[in-house]
């Protein structure tokens, strides 16, 4: 793991543990308050056209930007709390996608894999 993720792993368990909350971050809990921060990511996105969740003002991009690093920080702490080093996890699984939807059959289409 890159030493800045690592850096933010340990800052994440760190503030976790000044305030004892260590005993609520089960990977059951973590996963559930996770899912609730990427409900509050989306209603950032609700209702926008396409071309207007692309284009956000800054004010709403910072919000997004502050949604997206709960969600991440959820993240670290169920692979801290697993022993899953996260970004080993998403280069597995990036090779594995590239094995499963090879350019030649994937480019421009938006099908899962068994529709290809």
Known sequence: MSEKWIVIQQRAKSFADARDWGQFHSPKNLAMAMAGEIGELIEHFQWLTEEQSRQLDDQAREAVALEMADVLIYLLRMGDELGIDVLDAAERK?????????VDKAKGSALKYDKL
């Open 94 to 102: 990036i090779e594995a996608n590239e094995l499963r939807y090879p």
